[in-house]
């Protein structure tokens, strides 16, 4: 508690208040400490992975290059989501004392002071709540390591690396969103007179203010024009960026609930009130009036619907447009690959080519490298510009007829040339590099030459970023084993042909088993993605619990009041149900809502004008846990304030 110490030191009766305030509201502020603890956790353990990643690149260490990459993809998309859920809990935390707040400006606080103290407040509880959930983010981390190694991310014996540098990033993160969070939350009630804010603490202003509703705007045009940006950008660069549409339309459906709740209950609640008598009429009633409050306890739930659903759904639509390019790019009737851990041998590649009823054999193999994919980084940062890729070897002349990367500039005959590239289109994307430019490439033996472009294709999830001509590998890599043969065959000689080449040590399989037996591999080494993706929903899930409590457990006066006019405990849990219930509902509309430009741009991005992939059993089973935690954590939460006597406040 040093800081503690200091902070009191430095500013005196303000702190000293702030210390006395969370003392008083102990009940409030252990819902906002729990998910500061957790924000700063899954901040300094995606941390630890990135700065993993980043001096693995720097050190030129291959074998744990792709960890920046990878964490630096997740870290996107978990600070978009911290940001949400943390904004929203102080929110919540800080509206709950709007009546506290109004009281103080009534006995004669001026604004500055309430400020002040809302301020000292946020500061004592994230200095304090946020390195304690961080330090144990940090070696939390290290239980990724297996996941690691199994995915091929990393080799055995590989150690992340541990420093304060993401414990003291997640603190500098998560202050600036708790402050600005909880500035805005108060501002409504002290640009209020004191007199009117007291009048007003307990009941919520409808609609929302213009500059609310032009930021929920301007979101939600975001969203909509950054989930077709893949018209204008195709391929993996596109579904990218139409991936982050969800959460901007969660986020302006944060900013507009308000309006929103009140505008569809306002036409729906007449015919529901008159079907489901009194609890429902009141239950309708206060989700109306309190939108606010409504709103800021559906908005976590419906990100973790969106978040969960656009996550799964990306996958399994690059799955899907990785195997349909391999299938289409494949003319082979056979595909020859090694029966054991081994390549196929030259000797082995002449005798299947003379095999009868072998019309072509050609030979393909795969060597790893690093790209340089920035040439403005500076020299000592020059570790970083490095990204790892699998370079696909053609042989001399092409691959023929076999292989059809969907050449659209350029050709795969250039490729004789020694020190010569062809690119994918998304590659094209990223490096801003055409024909006639050059790449630079590092080798295995740590030697770099500058690749000249000959060629750009389409398919590059099928076929990977870069293709080269194996006099380009053998200056580097001589010994660069082949590791597929695509054998063309005449027509009835495929099922004869295989057998024979199982003879000769090789396994040949059909061109649909192989495309098969590759999206099998890519599905498991997807495993890491979803222990990734598990992480941060139970993160969401935990807060958007944690929330609805604060929620409920504050309205401990509401349901007295109710009481004391008439309202029986069994009326009232009834009314505590279809509450839950319009609460899960709403959120999961709302995330419903958020997931379909997404899905729909990243579909069109990766598959064209077809049926996008769907995580439809993600969405299901979220889509239930939307529902349950909103039910399993209002309706207790009533049932314990209902205990006991009618207060007397």
């Given at each position: 508690m040093s800081a503690v110490t200091t902070m009191s030191a430095t500013f005196g009766p303000t702190v000293r208040n702030a210390r006395a305030a969370v003392r008083a509201d102990r009940g409030g502020v252990a819902g906002t400490f729990i998910v500061l603890m957790l924000a700063a956790a899954l901040i300094s353990a995606t941390g630890v992975v990135m700065e993993s990643g980043i001096r693995a690149q720097v050190d030129g260490a291959g074998d744990a290059a792709l960890l920046a990459t990878l964490a630096g993809s997740f870290a996107g998309t978990a600070l978009g989501v911290v940001v949400l859920v943390v904004a929203s809990t102080f929110a919540l935390a800080i509206r709950r004392r709007r009546r506290e707040f109004a009281l103080m400006r009534a006995i004669g606080a001026t604004r500055k002071q309430v400020r002040r103290m809302v301020g000292a407040e946020v500061l004592l509880v994230t200095v304090v709540a946020a390195p304690l959930g961080a330090v144990p983010g940090l070696f939390a981390?290290?239980?990724?390591?297996?996941?690691?190694?199994?995915?091929?991310?990393?080799?055995?014996?590989?150690?992340?690396?541990?420093?304060?540098?993401?414990?003291?990033?997640?603190?500098?993160?998560?202050?600036?969103?708790?402050?600005?969070?909880?500035?805005?939350?108060?501002?409504?009630?002290?640009?209020?007179?004191?007199?009117?804010?007291?009048?007003?603490?307990?009941?919520?202003?409808?609609?929302?203010?213009?500059?609310?509703?032009?930021?929920?705007?301007?979101?939600?045009?975001?969203?909509?024009?950054?989930?077709?940006?893949?018209?204008?950008?195709?391929?993996?660069?596109?579904?990218?960026?139409?991936?982050?549409?969800?959460?901007?339309?969660?986020?302006?459906?944060?900013?507009?609930?308000?309006?929103?709740?009140?505008?569809?209950?306002?036409?729906?609640?007449?015919?529901?009130?008159?079907?489901?008598?009194?609890?429902?009429?009141?239950?309708?009633?206060?989700?109306?009036?309190?939108?606010?409050?409504?709103?800021?306890?559906?908005?976590?739930?419906?990100?973790?619907?969106?978040?969960?659903?656009?996550q799964t759904s990306v996958d399994k639509t690059v799955s899907e447009a990785a195997t349909r390019q391999l299938d289409a790019g494949i003319h082979a009737e056979l595909v020859a690959t090694p029966a054991g851990s081994g390549g196929i041998t030259a000797a082995q590649v002449d005798r299947i080519a003379d095999l009868p009823g072998v019309r072509s054999a050609t030979a393909l193999s795969?060597?790893?490298?690093?790209?340089?994919?920035?040439?403005?980084?500076?020299?000592?940062?020059?570790?970083?510009?490095?990204?790892?890729?699998?370079?696909?070897?053609?042989?001399?002349g092409g691959a023929g007829d076999a292989l059809d990367p969907d050449v659209t500039a350029g050709s795969l005959a250039d490729l004789d040339g020694e020190d010569t590239v062809a690119i994918s289109a998304d590659a094209k994307f990223d490096l801003g590099k055409g024909i006639g430019d050059h790449v630079t490439m590092r080798f295995p033996d740590d030697t770099e030459t500058q690749a000249l472009i000959v060629a750009v294709y389409d398919r590059g999830l099928g076929f990977g970023d870069y293709l080269v001509g194996v006099s380009t590998v053998a200056a580097h890599d001589p010994d660069a084993a082949v590791d597929t043969v695509l054998l063309s065959t005449d027509p009835g000689a495929s099922t004869e042909v295989a057998g024979e080449v199982k003879d000769l040590g090789v396994t040949a399989q059909s061109k649909d088993a192989y495309v098969d037996s590759v999206q099998t591999a890519a599905a498991s080494s997807q495993h890491l993605s979803a222990v990734l993706l598990l992480a941060l929903l139970a993160f969401v899930g935990l807060a958007a619990a944690n929330t609805l409590v604060m929620t409920t457990a504050g309205r401990r006066a509401e349901l007295d009041l109710l009481r004391r006019t008439g309202a029986t405990r069994a009326q009232l849990l009834r009314m505590a149900w279809v509450e839950s219930l319009i609460t899960g509902a709403a959120a999961w509309a709302i995330g419903t809502v958020a997931v379909i430009p997404a899905v729909l741009g990243v579909g069109f991005g990766l598959l064209g004008a077809s049926m996008p992939g769907v995580g439809w059993t993600a969405y299901a089973v979220l889509s239930v846990l939307v529902l349950a935690i909103s039910v399993l954590t209002i309706v207790p939460t009533v049932v314990r304030n209902l205990r006991g006597p009618v207060s007397a406040r």
């Amino acid at each position: 508690m040093s800081a503690v110490t200091t902070m009191s030191a430095t500013f005196g009766p303000t702190v000293r208040n702030a210390r006395a305030a969370v003392r008083a509201d102990r009940g409030g502020v252990a819902g906002t400490f729990i998910v500061l603890m957790l924000a700063a956790a899954l901040i300094s353990a995606t941390g630890v992975v990135m700065e993993s990643g980043i001096r693995a690149q720097v050190d030129g260490a291959g074998d744990a290059a792709l960890l920046a990459t990878l964490a630096g993809s997740f870290a996107g998309t978990a600070l978009g989501v911290v940001v949400l859920v943390v904004a929203s809990t102080f929110a919540l935390a800080i509206r709950r004392r709007r009546r506290e707040f109004a009281l103080m400006r009534a006995i004669g606080a001026t604004r500055k002071q309430v400020r002040r103290m809302v301020g000292a407040e946020v500061l004592l509880v994230t200095v304090v709540a946020a390195p304690l959930g961080a330090v144990p983010g940090l070696f939390a981390a290290r239980l990724l390591t297996p996941t690691l190694v199994d995915s091929g991310i990393v080799s055995a014996g590989f150690q992340l690396t541990l420093s304060p540098i993401p414990a003291l990033a997640a603190v500098a993160l998560l202050l600036p969103v708790a402050l600005l969070a909880a500035r805005l939350a108060a501002r409504e009630t002290l640009r209020m007179a004191p007199t009117a804010a007291v009048r007003e603490a307990t009941i919520e202003k409808p609609g929302i203010g213009r500059a609310r509703l032009i930021t929920a705007a301007v979101l939600a045009g975001t969203g909509l024009s950054s989930a077709f940006s893949s018209v204008a950008v195709p391929g993996t660069i596109g579904a990218a960026v139409a991936a982050t549409s969800a959460f901007l339309l969660v986020g302006a459906a944060a900013l507009a609930g308000p309006l929103l709740v009140t505008r569809l209950l306002g036409h729906s609640s007449s015919l529901i009130s008159r079907t489901g008598g009194v609890s429902t009429a009141m239950a309708l009633a206060n989700t109306r009036g309190f939108a606010r409050r409504l709103t800021t306890a559906i908005v976590p739930l419906a990100l973790a619907l969106s978040a969960g659903t656009v996550q799964t759904s990306v996958d399994k639509t690059v799955s899907e447009a990785a195997t349909r390019q391999l299938d289409a790019g494949i003319h082979a009737e056979l595909v020859a690959t090694p029966a054991g851990s081994g390549g196929i041998t030259a000797a082995q590649v002449d005798r299947i080519a003379d095999l009868p009823g072998v019309r072509s054999a050609t030979a393909l193999s795969t060597v790893g490298t690093q790209v340089r994919t920035d040439d403005e980084m500076p020299s000592a940062l020059s570790g970083l510009a490095w990204e790892p890729f699998q370079l696909r070897v053609l042989p001399d002349g092409g691959a023929g007829d076999a292989l059809d990367p969907d050449v659209t500039a350029g050709s795969l005959a250039d490729l004789d040339g020694e020190d010569t590239v062809a690119i994918s289109a998304d590659a094209k994307f990223d490096l801003g590099k055409g024909i006639g430019d050059h790449v630079t490439m590092r080798f295995p033996d740590d030697t770099e030459t500058q690749a000249l472009i000959v060629a750009v294709y389409d398919r590059g999830l099928g076929f990977g970023d870069y293709l080269v001509g194996v006099s380009t590998v053998a200056a580097h890599d001589p010994d660069a084993a082949v590791d597929t043969v695509l054998l063309s065959t005449d027509p009835g000689a495929s099922t004869e042909v295989a057998g024979e080449v199982k003879d000769l040590g090789v396994t040949a399989q059909s061109k649909d088993a192989y495309v098969d037996s590759v999206q099998t591999a890519a599905a498991s080494s997807q495993h890491l993605s979803a222990v990734l993706l598990l992480a941060l929903l139970a993160f969401v899930g935990l807060a958007a619990a944690n929330t609805l409590v604060m929620t409920t457990a504050g309205r401990r006066a509401e349901l007295d009041l109710l009481r004391r006019t008439g309202a029986t405990r069994a009326q009232l849990l009834r009314m505590a149900w279809v509450e839950s219930l319009i609460t899960g509902a709403a959120a999961w509309a709302i995330g419903t809502v958020a997931v379909i430009p997404a899905v729909l741009g990243v579909g069109f991005g990766l598959l064209g004008a077809s049926m996008p992939g769907v995580g439809w059993t993600a969405y299901a089973v979220l889509s239930v846990l939307v529902l349950a935690i909103s039910v399993l954590t209002i309706v207790p939460t009533v049932v314990r304030n209902l205990r006991g006597p009618v207060s007397a406040r």
